[in-house]
């Protein structure tokens, strides 16, 4: 599944074109993408930032094309983005899963939470997985190398804690709650930006604790790089 027909997508729509006449400093700074093995329910969005307006301008391209403007959370200003990526979408899961075998992780994953952004000049995807045993796995990829550079488990009950709109649903409720939903897609983006600035405020703390790059162990490393050789 490639990312840059979604891209092509949203430039061509009148939406795209009245947000470029009036926000002509706006620059691509991420793609999010919402998969669910489950029920095919999948969610793509294109975001943009406008240094001038210190928001996102996140672009929905599912059916038709929906743009909501959102307070940025970080004061830093984002890296731009070429949304063009040597990892496609369908590819991610194929590669966590490898990683998945390595540390003895045996559970499937149901959905995938993916954002592809720069850090620091590197292009990297960030994921969170709903796990079958209801935990999140928070993977970084390398897009470039196909690296795992960080994979842990956490709770899906902790995690809930920390994203709004979440705190006294069950965990099946919660693996729910961004999925789109025809009678009110309005109010599922509405959801979906709220988990993504949740995602956003627990990368910038994760970084303020993290003194250095956390990176996976050389054979952890060494078996990923050995998957894209073979693929």
């Not at 405020?201 to 054979?219: N, R, S």
Request: glycine share 4%; aromatic share 6%.
């Amino acid at each position: 599944m490639k990312i840059q027909p979604y891209v092509q997508k949203l430039q061509s729509s009148p939406v795209y074109r009245d947000f470029q006449g009036k926000f002509k400093d706006a620059f691509l700074v991420a793609g999010f993408f919402v998969i669910d093995f489950e029920t095919g329910s999948n969610i793509h969005q294109i975001d943009y930032y406008v240094p001038s307006k210190k928001k996102f301008a996140a672009f929905t391209l599912d059916k038709a094309v929906q743009l909501q403007l959102m307070t940025a959370m970080d004061k830093r200003t984002p890296e731009p983005l070429d949304i063009k990526t040597n990892i496609d979408l369908d590819a991610l899961q194929g590669i966590i899963q490898d990683e998945m075998k390595n540390r003895s992780i045996t559970q499937s994953i149901k959905k995938m939470i993916a954002v592809i952004q720069n850090q620091k000049g590197q292009k990297v995807w960030n994921i969170n997985c709903v796990l079958s045993g209801m935990d999140i796995l928070r993977v970084h990829i390398d897009d470039n190398s196909r690296t795992v550079l960080k994979m842990d488990r956490a709770s899906l009950m902790e995690y809930m804690k920390r994203v709004p709109g979440l705190k006294g649903a069950s965990p099946e409720e919660a693996a729910k709650q961004s999925e789109p939903s025809k009678e009110d897609i309005a109010k599922k983006i509405e959801q979906l930006d709220k988990l993504k600035q949740a995602l956003q405020k627990e990368e910038i703390e994760l970084e303020k604790q993290t003194p250095q790059k956390d990176k996976a162990p050389p054979a952890a490393k060494a078996s990923s790089k050995s998957v894209s050789k073979k693929s």
